[in-house]
């Protein structure tokens, strides 16, 4: 194929290639923006807090789609003799150039049609062959859609702060989970550790503060449910015991734990009156812990009898202690619950403090609105209420207040209108129908 055939078709490809990837890359911009448009103006009604990165990624992999298809697979070679001769006005000769160029053996007539084609292109430039930009009406609906997905993304929407109340939302439920899980991790018993476990996972998945208010009252109901009724008359009991002890101490150590431990070591050591009173002393005990703690009385009781009895106390030493650490667990146990319950309680509270400074937030401008509003009503009636009045008066002399005029010496009625406020007039010191202080002509107003 001759040279300047081969080069115009070269040439041509590359404009081409050009040419498609911008009007290809516009056009899909336009659409994936249109489309984004109207996900966005759904995502401002509804939350959707992935629209707009979604948005984005479908603009990106679109574009790089399209950059991909058109530079991966170019147009062939008769592809562009045809678009050289549709745009360039070559009659068919390059397109006819190509096909015969491939055709072997070629005729003298063949021949000479490639070389006046060769002739041809050799003088052509690509003067008119095309803009590398769609017509401005692509372009326009492209920008049309490009700034309606920028005018929805951009400003605040509904959905924006529903997504942001959310996210406050969800950060105070997990600040109180946290709280609960630390409270787990320090409790006694497993049952209260698994329940406040339980506790911290529904508020990370509650849908409000309300529901999870709802949930905190429902563990402190549960915990509740938990508690030992005797735990409270048990622990008052051993710190009574425990007060004795501090006043009579029954053996070595400052806790009755460590008291009746160091007992059972030295009970065989021990001399007939030192086993006497060591008796008397577990016997007293165990008349203070008897109907709060039967058990343990019980223990000590028995320990007590072997005692003054002489006989090895050891064993029942060992159930007394036995049943000692049983009702210092009970009481660990329940104090253990007591906090839980404080710590449930105290979350709740704070969840409901939340929910309080959260609406009072949203209810701000609205409350200052209405309240100015009513205010200048109020006082422009009171004002134009005071300042209007009529007073009629009776006789002549005296003082007038507030517009009505009293005194004596005649019946005749007049009327004073426009009296506002409270006033003195001279006495009169005429007859009672005369006023020295007017004309004379005019003295006698009530003959």
Known sequence: MPEPITRIIKSARRRLQRMYLWRRVIAVIGIVAAAGALLLGIARQVVMPWAEPAVVVAVIASVLGVMAWTLLRPPTRRRVALEVDQRLSGRDQISTAV?????EPRSEIENRQI???????EARSFDGFGKLLPGWRV?????????????????????????????QIEE??????????????????????ERLREAAEELREAASLADAERLLGDTRQELQELE???????????????????KDPLGDGETAQQQLQSLRDEAGELTDAERQQAAQQLSDLADGLEGAAGDLSD??????DQLEAG???????????????????????????ADAQTTVRQAQGDLADAADSIGDGQGQGQGQGQGQGQGDGDGQGQGQGQGDGQGQGQGQGG?????????GGGNNQGGVTGGVGQGDVPDPTGPGDEDPAVDPARSTVFD
């Open 99 to 103: 096909e015969l160029a491939e055709k």
């Open 115 to 121: 070389s006046r084609a060769a002739s041809w292109a």
């Open 139 to 167: 372009i326009a609906l492209t920008a049309l859609a490009i700034g309606a997905a920028l005018a929805l993304a951009i400003p605040a929407s509904p959905a924006d702060a529903a997504r942001a109340e959310r996210q």
């Open 172 to 193: 105070i439920l997990d600040a109180q989970a946290v709280i609960l899980e630390e409270a787990a991790e320090e409790a006694a018993t497993e049952e209260i550790a």
């Open 228 to 246: 030992d009724p005797a735990a409270l008359p048990l622990k008052t009991a051993l710190a009574g015991m425990e007060r004795k002890l501090q």
């Open 299 to 304: 223990a000590l009781q028995d320990a007590a």
């Open 311 to 337: 006989g090895d106390a050891t064993a029942a030493l060992d159930g007394a202690l036995g049943e000692l650490s049983d009702a210092l667990q009970r009481v660990a146990a329940s104090g253990d619950l």
């Open 399 to 407: 003082n007038v207040t507030g517009g009505n005029v009293s005194g």
